[in-house]
Structure formats: structure tokens, C-alpha cells
């Protein structure tokens, strides 16, 4: 098969190559899927810059974590019925040497979803990081049905997705963008209130809009960057969700943290308990049947091309960056 590697840290223009590699086998309890797409996610970037640690986890490293396909072979105890069905996978190269930025990736039965044949292999590679990052910030602790909600980063690839998710239980939803392209993104999304923050004060626009009240829940994309108006929109004893940051230590307003009793809830998908990732992949499912949910794909990049498809993240891409594999 071909494989998008690399085995050593740097820029992606230096250290990604597509080779040729054995086809895997599924060992017991695994299936193998051939894959169609590959998902390029922030993390993906991160970890081949080396921004998170200079050494590799493994001598040589196949990335990204979601991915689409098709399942060609099972290893024992697994089902036959299994192959031949369309699924998606989640934490594929999490504690893994071998991701799905190849023609084939070996996963536990577990991790390979099954995916609705309405919804595409581009979309089904938006799922595991964006879509259950997104669902969990939503439905955690007891969820934001009714109440208020900001997503900043509403137009990104996790908070495109949190807008319909907090819209379709009855949240009133206040995004926030950086473009009137992105706006429209947004409010197609099912965004109540859009704001853009290059040009408007985000803290005066939510309180206008929630009557002077702030908001229950802000999902976070960057709380380096926007801790400060997070305090602001959030209401007493309203919840601060971070799923993101710009940087990795973040001085915390101690006196207005604390005269608002908010609640800092931090998680990361790729370590949800299982009890959470089940309920998540279970709320996912639910709604890809029913076929309501948007899935923003931005550009597309063949496997040859993965250093460009890189390139475009770190660029800030708008929407999922997807790699075929076919």
C-alpha cells in the first residue's frame, strides 16, 4: 500500500514522504480497513511540527487520526458480516504508530464506525475529532438544552459542528466568526446571533443579546486568546468549555473567575472515558441517520500531495481538510 510517513519532526515540505508499505493484517479483535479518505486535523499538524514533543512517540509515524473506508478484512473474533461495510474511524493514530494516512489502516473492531450510506467517505473523515469533540462540548454535564450558548470559532471544524448540535436541543446559539463568509457559515449552521470579532466587541454583543445576562455555556477554541471575553459573555455560575488553546500555559483571572462561581471543564476527545465516547458515538450516530447534520469540507488533497494538505491547516483552511486515498 501506499503510506504518508514521516520519522522525524519538522516542517511538512521536509520530513513527509509517500512510500510503499506491506498491506496490514488484522490481528484478533482488529478489522482492516481500505480507505478512501483521511481527515487532516489541527493535532495531526501539531504533532508532526513537534510542537507537543520533539520525540517521536515511534521510529516512524503513518498520521491522522479519522478516516472513511470500507472494511476489507477481519482478524479473529471479529464477524465476517463486518466486511464490506462502510465505516469511520476515530483515534486511529492515538497511541498508535500507524494512522490513516494510508491505503490501509488496522483498528480494534470498536474503532471503526459504521457509516450511514447517505453520508459521504469526506464527511465520514470530519467525524472522530471534529463532529465527537463537538457533541461532547455540547451534551456534557447534563447538556445545554434551553438554555444559552456561544461558540467561538463558529464556522470552524469543531464549532460548525457544535452550533447545530446546541441548535437541534433548543439552545439559543451566539457565534462568533472573523469574516462575512464565515458569518454566513454560521448562521446556515442554525446560529441565532453572529459576531464578528475583528470588528465588534464581543462581550457587549452577547450581554445585548442575552438581555444583560451572559450566557451558560462558552465552547472555547482558543483560551489563550479569548479567556478574557469568555469571563465576560459567561453568566454566574455558568460553564467555561475549552476543547482548544493557542498556547500552552494560560494565566487564569483569578477575582473574575471566581466572583462568577464559573466552572472551567476541560477534556480532550482522545481520552473520553468510555461510558462518554459511547454516549457520543450513540448522539452521532443518531444524528447522521437522520441526516440533518451540514458538513463543511474544505479543500481536498491526493495522499502525493499530503504536505500541501499540511500546509493548508496550519494555513487556517476553512472546513475539513480531507486526503483521498483512492
Not at 171 to 182: D, G, H
Not at 251 to 269: A, C, D, E, Q, T
Request: one cysteine or more.
Amino acid at each position: 500500500m501506499q503510506a504518508a510517513i514521516y520519522e522525524r519532526t519538522g516542517p511538512a515540505r521536509e520530513v513527509l514522504a509517500v512510500v510503499e508499505l506491506p498491506d496490514p493484517t488484522p490481528a484478533a479483535g482488529e478489522v482492516r480497513i481500505r480507505l478512501v479518505t483521511s481527515g487532516v486535523n489541527p493535532s495531526d499538524v501539531k504533532t508532526r511540527t513537534g510542537l507537543r514533543s520533539a520525540a517521536l512517540p515511534y521510529p516512524r509515524i503513518i498520521p491522522h487520526s479519522d478516516g472513511a473506508g470500507v472494511i476489507d478484512a477481519v482478524g479473529a473474533g471479529v464477524p465476517a458480516s463486518r466486511i464490506g461495510e462502510r465505516v469511520w474511524t476515530w483515534n486511529a493514530a492515538w497511541g498508535r504508530a500507524h494512522g490513516t494516512a494510508a491505503g490501509f489502516v488496522t483498528l480494534p473492531s470498536a474503532q471503526a464506525v459504521p457509516l450511514p450510506s447517505s453520508i459521504s467517505f469526506a464527511a465520514g473523515a470530519c467525524l472522530g475529532i471534529p463532529a465527537l469533540t463537538a457533541w461532547f462540548a455540547v451534551a456534557m454535564d447534563g447538556g445545554v438544552a434551553g438554555r444559552d450558548v456561544l461558540v467561538t470559532g463558529g464556522a470552524g471544524a469543531v464549532g460548525h459542528y457544535a452550533v447545530q448540535f446546541a441548535k437541534a436541543v433548543g439552545a439559543r446559539v451566539i457565534a462568533t466568526v472573523s469574516s462575512p463568509a464565515k458569518a454566513a457559515l454560521a448562521r446556515a449552521a442554525g446560529a441565532d446571533t453572529v459576531i464578528n470579532y475583528r470588528e465588534e466587541d464581543v462581550v457587549a454583543r452577547v450581554l445585548a443579546a442575552t438581555d444583560g445576562r451572559g450566557v451558560d455555556r462558552v465552547i472555547e477554541v482558543d483560551l489563550a486568546a479569548n479567556i478574557a471575553a469568555a469571563i465576560g459573555a459567561v453568566k454566574p455560575d455558568g460553564d467555561i468549555v475549552p476543547y482548544g488553546s493557542g498556547a500552552w500555559e494560560i494565566p487564569v483571572p483569578f477575582i473574575g473567575s471566581v466572583l462568577k462561581n464559573i466552572r472551567y471543564r476541560f477534556f480532550i476527545v482522545y481520552n473520553l472515558s468510555p461510558a462518554d465516547r459511547a454516549a457520543a458515538l450513540c448522539g452521532l450516530t443518531r444524528a447522521l441517520e437522520a441526516g440533518t447534520l451540514q458538513h463543511h469540507l474544505g479543500p481536498t488533497f491526493a495522499l502525493r500531495d499530503i504536505a500541501a494538505a499540511h500546509e493548508a491547516v496550519e494555513a487556517g483552511a476553512t472546513g475539513n481538510v480531507i486526503v483521498t486515498l483512492d
